[in-house]
C-alpha cells in the first residue's frame, strides 16, 4: 500500500460524498519527485518528459523546471503542450502522422522529429521543403532495433526487436540516412536516432538497451562516414505495482548514463519517461457504495470504476490502495459491512472487468469508508472509457502547498 500524502488525505476527507470520485494530484510531491531524477542524472543527459502518460495542463507546468523538453504523440498533444509549456522544446514522435498534423508541427516550429518510417521520411522532407526556415528541421530516425539481450523479455509492452508498427526496420537505416545526406531533403537535418524499446524495465535493463543503441548509432554514423550527434533511448523506466514504495534505480541509471555519455564525446544521450515521472503524484479517491458477500469472497463496490481509472484493467495488475474509515453516516439505514479479512474493490461499471483491486485486507470495511488508489497519475485518467454507463466525471484537484 502506498498511503496518499497527508494534504491528499486532508482534501479527500473534506470532500462531500457527491464530490466522489476524485482525481488528487499532489504537485508538491511531483515537483520532488522530479527533482530526485533531475538530480540523478548527470546535467549533460536531457529530460523529456513523454506528455501521454498525463498531458494535465498543471503536471506539464510542473514538471517544466526539471525537463529540457517534451515528447508528443499526436497533432493533438502538439497543439495542448505549445499551450500549457510555451516556448519549451518539443519532440513529435509516434506513428501514423498525417500531412495536417505534420504541417501543425512545421507551423508550431517543434524541434525535433522522430520519423517512424521511410514514406513518412518522405513525406516530411516535401511539407519541409514548401516553408521558408532559417534553420533546418532536426531529424531523429525511431528505429526498432533488435536487442538480443535477453533483459528485454521480462518486460510487458516490449515494442521492439520484433514485429510492431514502431520506427524504422533496421534493415532500412543505410536507405533513411542516404536520403537525409544526399542533398536532397535540404530542409532536414539528421541529428541521430531515437528508440523507445520497451516499458517496465529496470535499471540495469534499461542501461544495457542504451549501451546497445548507441553502440549500434555509432556504427551507423561510421558506415556512413557522419558524425550522428544525438541519441534519445526512450522511456520506459519501470514502476512496480505490486511493491508501490520500490522505485525505479534513478542513480544507478544516471551514473550509467553518465559514463555512457563519457565515452562518446559530443554525442547527447537523452531519455524520455512518462509513467515514472507522473505516476507517483495521482491518487483516485472514492467512496465504498456497499460491501457484500459473493460464493465465498467479499466485494466492496465503489463509486466510480475503471472507466476513471482503467490502468488496473489494461496492465491485470491490483491498483494499490488505503482505506480512510469515515465514522459519520448520515443515513437512517444501517450500512453494509465486510465480514472477511479480504475484499476484492469493483466499481459500478456492468461488466465483471470493472475490478480496481483484488486481495484488499480490510476488514471491517463499511459502506461510507472511503478508498485512495495511489499511482494513479500515469496512464489512468486520459487512457479510460470515460463513456461508458453515463455516470458522472470525477472532480479534479491540483494540491499545490
Ligand atoms: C509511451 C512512450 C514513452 C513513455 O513511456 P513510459 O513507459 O511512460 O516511460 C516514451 N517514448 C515513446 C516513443 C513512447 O511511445
Redesign the pocket.
Known amino acids: 500500500m502506498t498511503a496518499p500524502t497527508a494534504s491528499v488525505r486532508d482534501r479527500v476527507r473534506s470532500l462531500p460524498s457527491e464530490s466522489l470520485p476524485a482525481y488528487v494530484y499532489d504537485l508538491a510531491a511531483l515537483r520532488g519527485h522530479a527533482a530526485s531524477v533531475r538530480s540523478a542524472l548527470p546535467r549533460s543527459i536531457e529530460l523529456?518528459y513523454?506528455a501521454?502518460?498525463n498531458p494535465e495542463p498543471e503536471i506539464l507546468c510542473a514538471l517544466a523546471p526539471y525537463v529540457d523538453g517534451y515528447?508528443v504523440?499526436s497533432g493533438g498533444e502538439l497543439a495542448h503542450v505549445r499551450k500549457a509549456v510555451p516556448g519549451r522544446p518539443l519532440a513529435f514522435?509516434?506513428p501514423g502522422k498525417t500531412p495536417a498534423e505534420i504541417d501543425t508541427a512545421l507551423d508550431l516550429g517543434v524541434e525535433r522529429f522522430?520519423v517512424e518510417s521511410l514514406y513518412e521520411l518522405r513525406m516530411l522532407a516535401q511539407l519541409a521543403s514548401r516553408r521558408s526556415r532559417d534553420t533546418p528541421l532536426g531529424v531523429l530516425l525511431?528505429f526498432n532495433l533488435p536487442l538480443a539481450e535477453g533483459s528485454l523479455e521480462a518486460s510487458a509492452?516490449s515494442?521492439g526487436g520484433r514485429p510492431t508498427p514502431?520506427g524504422l526496420d533496421p534493415a532500412q537505416a543505410d536507405q533513411a540516412v542516404r536520403m537525409l545526406t544526399d542533398g536532397t531533403s535540404a530542409r532536414l537535418e539528421l541529428l541521430g536516432v531515437?528508440?523507445?524499446l520497451a516499458?517496465?524495465l529496470n535499471a540495469p535493463q534499461q542501461l544495457a538497451a542504451a549501451e546497445s543503441v548507441v553502440a549500434w548509432t555509432v556504427d551507423l554514423g561510421a558506415r556512413h562516414g557522419i558524425r550522428l550527434r544525438e541519441v534519445?533511448v526512450?522511456?520506459?523506466?519501470?514502476?512496480d505495482y505490486a511493491a508501490p514504495r520500490t522505485r525505479f534505480d534513478w542513480a544507478a541509471y544516471g551514473a550509467g548514463l553518465g559514463a555512457l555519455a563519457a565515452a562518446h564525446p559530443g554525442l547527447t544521450l537523452r531519455i524520455?519517461?512518462?509513467?515514472?515521472?507522473?505516476?507517483y503524484c495521482g491518487w483516485y479517491a472514492t467512496e465504498v457504495l456497499d460491501v457484500k458477500p459473493s460464493h465465498g469472497e467479499e466485494f466492496a463496490v465503489v463509486r466510480g470504476g475503471t472507466h476513471h481509472l482503467r490502468t488496473p484493467a489494461t496492465k491485470g495488475h491490483d491498483q494499490p490502495c488505503t482505506v480512510l474509515p469515515v465514522h459519520a453516516w448520515p443515513h437512517p439505514w444501517p450500512r453494509s459491512e465486510a465480514r472477511r479479512e479480504q475484499v476484492t474493490v469493483a466499481g459500478q461499471l456492468c461488466t465483471p472487468k470493472d475490478v480496481l483491486a483484488r486481495g484488499v485486507p480490510a476488514a471491517g470495511l463499511r459502506a461510507g469508508d472511503r478508498v485512495v488508489f495511489a499511482l494513479a497519475g500515469?496512464?489512468a485518467w486520459n487512457i479510460s472509457h470515460h463513456d461508458f454507463l453515463m455516470h458522472p466525471r470525477p472532480g479534479f484537484h491540483f494540491l499545490d502547498a
Open positions: 523529456y513523454a501521454k502518460a515528447d504523440s514522435g509516434g522522430h525511431r509492452l515494442m514502431f531515437h528508440t523507445h516499458s517496465g534519445n526512450g522511456g520506459g523506466m519501470t514502476v524520455e519517461p512518462g509513467r515514472a515521472l507522473s505516476a500515469a496512464y
